[in-house]
């Protein structure tokens, strides 16, 4: 998994709690990215960063914030969990832009009840 | 932006056959194609890419053709194992900054 841990790996949580999932590399990649995937939909971007605190929003970033404040660790917040957020998520890294290669972590099932 | 379709959603071949995925993109801009295969309950990994300026490449049993001109490129599996078996994503960049957008996934089953 190219170095890329993802915490919990698991959680159910109620719907309109705040959940934060955590992204963790070990191999100074200045790209993270954070993905959600769920059936008939492949992979969708939710957020993105460049860079410690540079972030920007991808396709379906509505109801989620992230944070990075370290090279290592990329934060994706739900501020107020909803059931349509059920969905396995995954976190992906990249060397740079322009190589556009991804490595993803194992992802983490997040359940919305 | 970008648009990219994957066919068929499912496929099933017998053990030994040939498996092949295609993929159409919409960006004639786009110059970089990546494959990736998900085994259950794991992150996809990356498992070849092809770049604009080339029409072919291969990895052992596996090879992506890229066909510019109608905007499409797919994935060639030979000799099918069961270990094969899995979801196959492909995608295709939609900006510079190195966003990927991914097909919806083709479910591949290798029967002994």
């Known amino acids: 998994d190219a170095g890329i841990t993802q915490s919990p790996r698991h959680k159910v949580t109620e719907t309109g709690t705040p959940v934060t999932l955590r992204c963790h590399q070990t191999e100074n990649h200045r790209y993270m990215y954070w993905y959600r995937q769920d059936p008939g939909h492949g992979l969708r971007l939710i957020h993105y960063?460049?860079?410690?605190?540079?972030?920007d929003k991808g396709e379906v970033s509505d109801g989620y914030s992230v944070s990075r404040s370290k090279t290592e660790d990329f934060l994706l917040t739900l501020e107020s969990a909803t059931s349509s957020q059920t969905s396995v998520y995954f976190c992906?890294?990249?060397?740079?832009?322009?190589?556009?290669?991804?490595?993803f972590g194992p992802g983490t099932r997040l359940t919305v009840t | 932006g970008e648009n990219v379709e994957q066919h068929p959603s499912t496929l099933s071949v017998q053990e030994g056959d040939s498996a092949v995925i295609k993929c159409t993109y919409s960006d004639s801009a786009s110059n970089y194609f990546p494959w990736y295969k998900q085994e259950l309950g794991k992150g996809p990994q990356l498992i070849i890419d092809i770049r604009s300026n080339v029409g072919e490449k291969k990895d052992q049993r596996i090879a992506v053709t890229l066909n510019k001109t109608a905007k499409h490129f797919s994935l060639h599996i030979t000799e099918t194992q069961p270990e094969d078996s899995a979801v196959y994503f492909c995608?295709?960049?939609?900006?510079?900054?190195?966003?990927?957008?991914f097909g919806a996934g083709t479910q591949v089953v290798v029967t002994p």
């Open positions: 960063s460049y860079g410690v605190k540079d972030t």
């Open positions: 992906a890294i990249s060397l740079a832009s322009a190589s556009y290669e991804q490595y």
């Open positions: 995608a295709a960049p939609y900006d510079s900054w190195g966003k990927l957008q």
